[in-house]
């Protein structure tokens, strides 16, 4: 697919994954739409990039926000790049250490902004993907989901973060079925250790000593290979209804 002079809508752009996502996509000729609920860092990371980017605040979680944030990307009826990044995790196990269960309340949380929020997201952009002028092999656009190596490896007190993103994997297919007959592909990215935000808070030590449990290449993965990534599947029309580990061959153990 030609992606210069298209345009984007990338979620949890502000920071990590979707803001190296944002840039990558920016430098190859996209008008890219950070759509975050940090409004003050996606102004900086808007102003960072330049001309070829713009920024709506929002919550995945909110149907009527990702609307707006579907209709500003777009605007101009060209939006054929759909990137879904945000999302968070949570640490509990099935029972705690006294014997009282997980917590359903976050258990609840977990799935609506990772699962849910995909999905508005996804189903919106579709809908608004739909509609526009097909490039000349009948390709509309791309939907990229962030799954994790969690899907498959899911570690103790991973329950409801492994979850959330097995049901990333599982949308995968169906998802690539439904939109064939439009024209837009789908496909999920499930990385291993990447050096984002929430890793920068450990300590030095706990950084290398997960940077060493990683195959190879040994170290965390750079932001901005996820990006690249992203790229490239956007890029490439024969990559369909696929899930893409980006891990260094990681292969997460029990804890």
Known sequence: MEINGSSAIITGGASGLGEATARKLATDGVRVTVFDRNEARAKEVVAEIGANANFIAGDVTDPDDCQKAVDQAADGGNLRIVVNCAGTGWVGRVINRDGSPHELGMFQFIQTLNVIGTFNVMTRAASAMATIEPQANGERGVI?????????????????YSASKGAIVGMTLPAAR?????GIRVLAIAPGLFDTPLLAMLPDEARDALAQS?????RLGDPAEFGELVAHIAKNSYLNAEVIRLDGGIR????
């Open 144 to 160: 990229v989901n962030t799954a994790s190596v969690a899907a498959f490896d899911g570690q103790i007190g991973q329950l409801a």
């Open 178 to 182: 439904d939109l064939a007959v439009v």
């Open 214 to 218: 990683v195959n190879f290449p040994k």
């Open 252 to 255: 997460m153990p029990p804890k």
